[in-house]
């Protein structure tokens, strides 16, 4: 599976097999039978990020030259419904990071990304100026709200409350329990695509105190959408984390989300609010040769220059 997000960032996810280095380059060893092996190349120039699910081995030689062609490499879970652990080349830009710590560390531009984050749940509800994150939370709890209220209706399910107890995990109702796994699964495909762009998935705009702050707040822009619609189909199940897994790993579901969240990110990431795509591509496929210096008047200057008075 090989989709394209933009000329320089794209998403391979394997399982079941052994990635080697050979004579000519990495490949993917995929047992036949006792007596055939089949060889795929894989592009490692031409891929972004390589998802390594459960059933992959990998050697050293093979991630050495994935981290040479400035491919990053994360683990995930089947189907790529977790997020264990990512390697990221030296020659990862850091653009998105700083787009990211810049926005997060500005009072009013965290607010502005907040409210950017609601508008894009909620297309149908405009944020009157001068709404405070506290109103916005409000905000968001209501429509929520009147979320869980429509899909109980439709599944003649009564009230629903959401409950999140892990010292009661086995109490809970089947879409509490069907929800809390299908938003693991949701945040496993966040984690692996803010990894792949660089960005620190532990700076929340929403979301704060934890290493996935980043990843819940993007997260719940598609729970509405993907998760709950899976949780309350799922209220009569016998074992509804089981089948909220399974129904995620069917055809590879969630991986059809990458695309998406990369877009989603960038635009949240952007200060303008109504972005020039091609200079979002331009940054995007920013080579990173060497170190640069950073000054608070003058910006970036080069590295390697001395700078005492009067050398020469």
Same mark, same amino acid.
């Given at each position: 599976?090989? @989709?394209?997000? #933009?000329?320089?960032?794209?998403?391979?996810?394997? +399982?079941?097999?052994?990635?080697? %280095?050979?004579?000519?380059?990495?490949?993917?060893?995929? %047992?036949?039978?006792?007596?055939?092996?089949?060889?795929?190349?894989?592009?490692?120039?031409?891929?972004?990020?390589?998802?390594?699910?459960?059933?992959?081995?990998?050697?050293? @030689?093979?991630?050495?030259?994935?981290?040479?062609?400035?491919?990053?490499?994360?683990?995930?879970?089947?189907?790529?419904?977790?997020?264990?652990?990512?390697?990221?080349?030296? /020659?990862?830009?850091?653009?998105?990071?700083?787009?990211?710590? =810049?926005?997060?560390?500005?009072? $009013?531009?965290?607010? +502005?990304?907040?409210? &950017?984050?609601?508008?894009?749940?909620?297309?149908? +509800?405009?944020?009157?100026?001068?709404?405070?994150?506290?109103?916005?939370?409000?905000?968001?709890? %209501?429509?929520?709200?009147?979320?869980?209220?429509?899909?109980?209706?439709?599944?003649?399910?009564?009230?629903?409350?959401? =409950?999140?107890?892990?010292?009661?995990?086995?109490? $809970?109702? @089947?879409? =509490?329990?069907?929800? /809390?796994?299908?938003?693991?699964?949701?945040? !496993?495909?966040?984690?692996?695509?803010?990894?792949?762009?660089?960005? /620190?998935?532990?700076?929340?705009?929403?979301?704060?105190?934890? %290493?996935?702050?980043?990843?819940?707040?993007? #997260? +719940?822009?598609?729970?509405?959408?993907?998760?709950?619609?899976?949780?309350?189909?799922?209220?009569? /199940?016998?074992?509804?984390?089981?089948?909220?897994? &399974?129904?995620?790993?069917?055809?590879?579901?969630?991986? &059809?989300?990458?695309?998406?969240?990369?877009?989603?990110?960038?635009?949240?990431?952007?200060?303008?609010?109504?972005?020039?795509?091609?200079?979002?591509?331009? #940054?995007?496929? &920013?080579?990173?040769?060497?170190?640069?210096?950073?000054?608070?008047? #003058?910006?970036?200057?080069?590295? !390697?220059?001395?700078?005492?008075?009067?050398?020469?």
């Amino acid at each position: 599976m090989l @989709p394209r997000i #933009a000329d320089s960032l794209s998403f391979l996810y394997l +399982d079941m097999v052994r990635v080697v %280095q050979d004579d000519t380059g990495v490949c993917a060893q995929i %047992q036949v039978d006792q007596d055939r092996t089949d060889l795929v190349y894989i592009p490692t120039a031409a891929v972004s990020c390589l998802l390594l699910g459960p059933g992959v081995s990998i050697t050293t @030689p093979a991630l050495t030259t994935l981290a040479r062609h400035g491919t990053s490499v994360v683990c995930t879970g089947a189907g790529g419904v977790r997020a264990y652990a990512g390697i990221l080349p030296d /020659s990862l830009t850091t653009h998105w990071l700083e787009q990211q710590v =810049n926005a997060w560390s500005d009072t $009013q531009r965290r607010l +502005d990304v907040a409210v &950017r984050m609601y508008s894009m749940r909620f297309s149908d +509800d405009e944020v009157p100026d001068g709404t405070t994150l506290a109103q916005l939370r409000g905000m968001e709890g %209501q429509r929520m709200k009147a979320l869980y209220k429509i899909l109980a209706q439709q599944h003649g399910i009564g009230r629903f409350r959401r =409950n999140y107890h892990p010292d009661q995990w086995h109490q $809970q109702d @089947p879409v =509490n329990l069907a929800l /809390s796994a299908a938003n693991t699964c949701l945040y !496993g495909i966040v984690h692996a695509a803010i990894l792949a762009l660089g960005c /620190s998935p532990a700076l929340g705009f929403v979301h704060t105190g934890t %290493q996935h702050a980043f990843v819940y707040d993007i #997260a +719940d822009l598609y729970k509405a959408e993907i998760t709950l619609p899976v949780a309350f189909s799922l209220h009569q /199940s016998p074992n509804p984390e089981q089948e909220a897994r &399974r129904k995620f790993r069917e055809e590879l579901r969630l991986l &059809r989300l990458l695309p998406r969240v990369v877009r989603d990110v960038l635009l949240l990431l952007t200060s303008d609010a109504h972005p020039d795509p091609d200079a979002d591509d331009r #940054a995007e496929r &920013r080579d990173v040769e060497m170190v640069h210096l950073w000054d608070p008047k #003058a910006g970036i200057l080069p590295a !390697g220059v001395n700078y005492a008075q009067g050398s020469g």
